[in-house]
Protein backbone atom coordinates (compact mmCIF):
# COMPACT_ATOMS: atom_id res chain seq x y z
CA UNK A 1 0.00 0.00 0.00
CA UNK A 2 3.43 2.61 1.03
CA UNK A 3 4.26 1.77 -2.90
CA UNK A 4 1.17 3.00 -4.50
CA UNK A 5 0.89 5.55 -2.52
CA UNK A 6 4.06 6.71 -3.27
CA UNK A 7 3.53 6.39 -6.96
CA UNK A 8 0.13 8.44 -7.38
CA UNK A 9 1.10 10.99 -5.67
CA UNK A 10 4.31 11.34 -7.55
CA UNK A 11 2.54 11.58 -11.30
CA UNK A 12 1.86 14.84 -11.20
CA UNK A 13 4.80 15.91 -10.64
CA UNK A 14 6.54 13.12 -13.17
CA UNK A 15 3.72 14.34 -15.98
CA UNK A 16 2.89 18.14 -15.33
CA UNK A 17 5.68 20.90 -16.23
CA UNK A 18 7.08 22.18 -18.83
CA UNK A 19 10.96 21.62 -19.86
CA UNK A 20 12.59 25.54 -18.98
CA UNK A 21 14.65 26.65 -20.65
CA UNK A 22 15.12 25.63 -24.04
CA UNK A 23 18.37 26.49 -24.96
CA UNK A 24 19.30 23.97 -27.74
CA UNK A 25 22.93 23.45 -26.18
CA UNK A 26 24.46 20.07 -26.13
CA UNK A 27 24.37 19.03 -23.46
CA UNK A 28 20.86 21.21 -22.82
CA UNK A 29 17.20 21.02 -23.89
CA UNK A 30 15.64 21.32 -27.63
CA UNK A 31 19.02 20.34 -29.68
CA UNK A 32 17.95 16.46 -29.44
CA UNK A 33 14.06 17.18 -29.68
CA UNK A 34 12.17 15.84 -32.74
CA UNK A 35 11.10 19.06 -34.45
CA UNK A 36 8.60 18.57 -37.70
CA UNK A 37 9.03 21.33 -40.48
CA UNK A 38 5.44 22.11 -41.99
CA UNK A 39 4.04 24.10 -44.78
CA UNK A 40 7.31 25.23 -45.57
CA UNK A 41 7.71 23.94 -49.54
CA UNK A 42 10.13 21.17 -49.24
CA UNK A 43 9.99 21.14 -45.56
CA UNK A 44 14.28 22.10 -44.59
CA UNK A 45 15.06 20.36 -41.65
CA UNK A 46 15.47 22.62 -38.25
CA UNK A 47 18.88 23.08 -38.12
CA UNK A 48 20.87 23.25 -34.67
CA UNK A 49 24.32 25.61 -35.53
CA UNK A 50 27.29 27.34 -34.25
CA UNK A 51 25.91 30.46 -32.68
CA UNK A 52 27.09 32.56 -35.90
CA UNK A 53 26.89 36.24 -34.19
CA UNK A 54 27.51 35.40 -30.70
CA UNK A 55 27.28 38.83 -29.22
CA UNK A 56 24.76 41.85 -27.60
CA UNK A 57 21.68 39.37 -25.42
CA UNK A 58 23.11 36.43 -27.09
CA UNK A 59 25.83 34.65 -26.28
CA UNK A 60 25.06 31.23 -26.48
CA UNK A 61 27.22 28.50 -28.37
CA UNK A 62 24.20 26.98 -30.07
CA UNK A 63 21.18 28.44 -31.65
CA UNK A 64 18.44 26.80 -33.97
CA UNK A 65 17.59 27.75 -37.83
CA UNK A 66 14.75 28.42 -39.32
CA UNK A 67 14.90 28.27 -43.38
CA UNK A 68 11.85 29.83 -44.69
CA UNK A 69 11.29 28.77 -48.30
CA UNK A 70 10.57 31.14 -50.65
CA UNK A 71 7.03 29.42 -51.81
CA UNK A 72 6.34 28.19 -48.48
CA UNK A 73 3.58 29.18 -46.41
CA UNK A 74 3.47 32.78 -44.52
CA UNK A 75 2.97 30.32 -41.59
CA UNK A 76 5.64 28.28 -42.29
CA UNK A 77 6.84 26.64 -38.66
CA UNK A 78 8.25 24.12 -36.75
CA UNK A 79 6.71 21.76 -34.23
CA UNK A 80 7.89 19.28 -31.30
CA UNK A 81 6.38 16.22 -31.00
CA UNK A 82 3.48 15.02 -29.26
CA UNK A 83 4.31 12.71 -25.90
CA UNK A 84 7.75 13.37 -26.03
CA UNK A 85 9.96 16.65 -26.34
CA UNK A 86 8.11 19.77 -23.80
CA UNK A 87 6.22 17.33 -21.73
CA UNK A 88 2.78 17.74 -20.31
CA UNK A 89 2.04 20.85 -18.84
CA UNK A 90 -0.55 23.83 -18.32
CA UNK A 91 -0.62 27.53 -18.16
CA UNK A 92 -0.54 29.18 -14.66
CA UNK A 93 1.00 32.85 -13.34
CA UNK A 94 4.65 31.24 -12.80
CA UNK A 95 4.71 30.16 -16.38
CA UNK A 96 2.54 32.28 -18.56
CA UNK A 97 5.41 34.21 -19.71
CA UNK A 98 7.46 33.02 -22.88
CA UNK A 99 9.88 34.80 -24.02
CA UNK A 100 12.48 33.86 -27.16
CA UNK A 101 15.74 35.63 -28.34
CA UNK A 102 15.56 35.92 -32.68
CA UNK A 103 17.85 37.37 -35.11
CA UNK A 104 16.04 37.99 -38.49
CA UNK A 105 17.36 40.25 -41.22
CA UNK A 106 13.42 41.56 -41.37
CA UNK A 107 10.49 42.68 -39.31
CA UNK A 108 7.88 40.05 -39.41
CA UNK A 109 5.97 38.23 -36.46
CA UNK A 110 6.84 35.80 -34.74
CA UNK A 111 4.04 33.29 -33.90
CA UNK A 112 3.70 30.77 -30.69
CA UNK A 113 1.00 28.48 -29.76
CA UNK A 114 0.63 25.33 -27.65
CA UNK A 115 -1.36 22.21 -28.88
CA UNK A 116 -2.98 19.34 -26.40
CA UNK A 117 -2.40 15.90 -27.29
CA UNK A 118 -5.09 15.52 -28.97
CA UNK A 119 -4.32 18.27 -31.53
CA UNK A 120 -7.08 21.12 -30.46
CA UNK A 121 -5.02 24.45 -29.84
CA UNK A 122 -6.20 28.12 -28.89
CA UNK A 123 -4.68 30.55 -31.90
CA UNK A 124 -1.38 31.36 -31.92
CA UNK A 125 -0.01 34.68 -30.44
CA UNK A 126 2.02 36.90 -32.50
CA UNK A 127 4.60 39.45 -32.11
CA UNK A 128 6.90 41.35 -34.53
CA UNK A 129 10.51 41.56 -33.83
CA UNK A 130 11.51 45.54 -33.66
CA UNK A 131 15.38 45.17 -34.90
CA UNK A 132 16.77 43.60 -37.80
CA UNK A 133 20.71 42.16 -38.06
CA UNK A 134 20.98 41.48 -34.04
CA UNK A 135 19.84 39.37 -31.57
CA UNK A 136 16.15 40.62 -29.91
CA UNK A 137 13.92 39.05 -27.22
CA UNK A 138 10.32 38.80 -27.71
CA UNK A 139 7.76 38.73 -25.10
CA UNK A 140 4.87 36.67 -25.45
CA UNK A 141 1.90 37.29 -22.89
CA UNK A 142 -0.09 33.70 -22.32
CA UNK A 143 -2.21 35.28 -18.96
CA UNK A 144 -4.95 35.26 -20.55
CA UNK A 145 -4.98 31.73 -21.95
CA UNK A 146 -4.86 30.82 -18.42
CA UNK A 147 -7.44 27.94 -17.53
CA UNK A 148 -9.10 27.89 -21.56
CA UNK A 149 -9.41 25.26 -23.11
CA UNK A 150 -7.26 23.34 -23.93
CA UNK A 151 -6.01 23.17 -20.45
CA UNK A 152 -3.48 20.37 -21.08
CA UNK A 153 -0.69 21.03 -23.40
CA UNK A 154 2.21 18.70 -24.90
CA UNK A 155 3.66 20.41 -28.04
CA UNK A 156 4.89 23.77 -29.02
CA UNK A 157 4.22 24.96 -32.68
CA UNK A 158 7.07 28.08 -33.50
CA UNK A 159 6.10 30.50 -36.52
CA UNK A 160 9.59 32.19 -37.15
CA UNK A 161 8.42 34.62 -40.04
CA UNK A 162 4.64 34.84 -40.49
CA UNK A 163 4.93 37.22 -42.85
CA UNK A 164 1.50 37.39 -45.38
CA UNK A 165 3.44 39.44 -47.65
CA UNK A 166 5.55 37.48 -50.29
CA UNK A 167 8.96 36.27 -50.01
CA UNK A 168 11.68 36.86 -52.84
CA UNK A 169 13.84 35.22 -51.68
CA UNK A 170 14.99 31.87 -48.50
CA UNK A 171 14.49 33.62 -45.20
CA UNK A 172 17.07 32.60 -42.61
CA UNK A 173 15.76 32.85 -38.74
CA UNK A 174 17.78 32.00 -36.04
CA UNK A 175 15.97 31.62 -32.68
CA UNK A 176 17.34 30.43 -29.13
CA UNK A 177 16.60 30.72 -25.40
CA UNK A 178 13.21 29.82 -24.95
CA UNK A 179 11.96 30.82 -21.43
CA UNK A 180 8.47 30.11 -19.34
CA UNK A 181 8.09 32.72 -16.34
CA UNK A 182 5.75 34.72 -14.59
CA UNK A 183 3.41 37.34 -15.81
CA UNK A 184 4.65 39.48 -12.41
CA UNK A 185 8.06 39.69 -14.54
CA UNK A 186 6.78 41.62 -17.24
CA UNK A 187 6.00 45.06 -16.02
CA UNK A 188 6.37 47.16 -13.34
CA UNK A 189 3.79 49.00 -11.13
CA UNK A 190 2.74 52.22 -9.84
CA UNK A 191 -0.03 52.89 -7.25
CA UNK A 192 -1.49 56.42 -8.26
CA UNK A 193 -5.35 57.32 -6.69
CA UNK A 194 -5.03 54.10 -4.55
CA UNK A 195 -4.85 52.02 -7.93
CA UNK A 196 -2.33 50.21 -9.26
CA UNK A 197 -1.60 50.45 -12.88
CA UNK A 198 1.33 48.75 -15.19
CA UNK A 199 4.20 51.39 -16.56
CA UNK A 200 5.69 48.65 -19.42
CA UNK A 201 8.62 49.81 -18.35
CA UNK A 202 10.83 49.58 -15.05
CA UNK A 203 10.23 52.55 -13.50
CA UNK A 204 7.40 51.85 -11.78
CA UNK A 205 7.95 51.61 -7.91
CA UNK A 206 7.00 48.13 -7.56
CA UNK A 207 8.04 45.29 -9.10
CA UNK A 208 5.23 43.23 -9.54
CA UNK A 209 1.28 43.50 -9.18
CA UNK A 210 0.79 42.22 -5.52
CA UNK A 211 3.45 44.57 -3.70
CA UNK A 212 1.49 47.39 -5.38
CA UNK A 213 -2.14 46.84 -4.37
CA UNK A 214 -0.76 45.72 -0.62
CA UNK A 215 0.82 49.32 -0.44
CA UNK A 216 -2.05 51.02 -2.04
CA UNK A 217 -4.13 49.04 0.60
CA UNK A 218 -2.74 49.75 3.32
CA UNK A 219 -2.09 53.77 2.43
CA UNK A 220 -5.80 54.57 2.38
CA UNK A 221 -9.49 53.40 2.39
CA UNK A 222 -10.37 52.34 -0.77
CA UNK A 223 -14.45 52.46 -1.87
CA UNK A 224 -14.65 49.10 -3.55
CA UNK A 225 -17.97 50.20 -4.80
CA UNK A 226 -16.71 52.92 -6.88
CA UNK A 227 -14.83 51.19 -9.26
CA UNK A 228 -17.21 50.30 -12.18
CA UNK A 229 -14.32 49.23 -14.43
CA UNK A 230 -15.18 45.47 -16.32
CA UNK A 231 -13.13 42.78 -14.03
CA UNK A 232 -11.66 40.61 -16.38
CA UNK A 233 -9.70 38.10 -13.96
CA UNK A 234 -9.59 37.62 -9.85
CA UNK A 235 -6.84 35.30 -8.49
CA UNK A 236 -6.00 34.58 -4.59
CA UNK A 237 -3.06 36.05 -3.43
CA UNK A 238 -0.41 33.17 -4.85
CA UNK A 239 -1.84 34.57 -8.26
CA UNK A 240 -4.30 31.43 -8.95
CA UNK A 241 -7.56 32.19 -10.65
CA UNK A 242 -10.78 32.06 -8.47
CA UNK A 243 -14.25 33.27 -8.18
CA UNK A 244 -15.06 36.30 -5.51
CA UNK A 245 -15.31 35.20 -2.07
CA UNK A 246 -15.89 37.17 1.21
CA UNK A 247 -13.73 37.38 3.72
CA UNK A 248 -10.64 36.56 1.88
CA UNK A 249 -8.17 38.65 0.33
CA UNK A 250 -8.37 38.55 -3.54
CA UNK A 251 -6.72 40.41 -6.65
CA UNK A 252 -8.90 42.33 -8.80
CA UNK A 253 -7.98 42.90 -12.63
CA UNK A 254 -9.44 45.22 -14.58
CA UNK A 255 -9.95 46.30 -18.59
CA UNK A 256 -7.96 49.00 -18.20
CA UNK A 257 -5.09 47.59 -17.02
CA UNK A 258 -5.69 48.98 -13.48
CA UNK A 259 -5.24 46.35 -10.62
CA UNK A 260 -6.87 46.04 -6.76
CA UNK A 261 -6.57 43.97 -3.81
CA UNK A 262 -10.11 43.25 -2.03
CA UNK A 263 -11.41 42.08 1.34
CA UNK A 264 -15.02 42.08 0.97
CA UNK A 265 -17.21 41.57 3.97
CA UNK A 266 -20.49 42.30 2.77
Not at 32 to 49: C, K, Q, S, Y
Not at 104 to 131: H, M, R, W, Y
Not at 157 to 178: A, G, K, M, S, T
Request: contains cysteine; glycine residues 6%.
Amino acid sequence: MKKLLFIFTSLPLFFFGQINPINFENPGVGSAWNWTVFENDDNPILEIINNPISSGINTSKTVAKFTARRLGQPWAGCETLHGSDIGLFSLDSSNCIIKIMVYKNKVSDVGIKFVDPTSAAQPEIKIANTLVNQWEELVFDFSSRIGVFPILKDQMVIFPDFDLNPRYDDEVVLFDNITFSGFIDLVSWECTNNICTPQNNNIGSFSDSLSCVNFCLQSSTVDFNYNKKKIIRISNILGQESSVNKYIPQIYFYDDGTVEKKLLKY
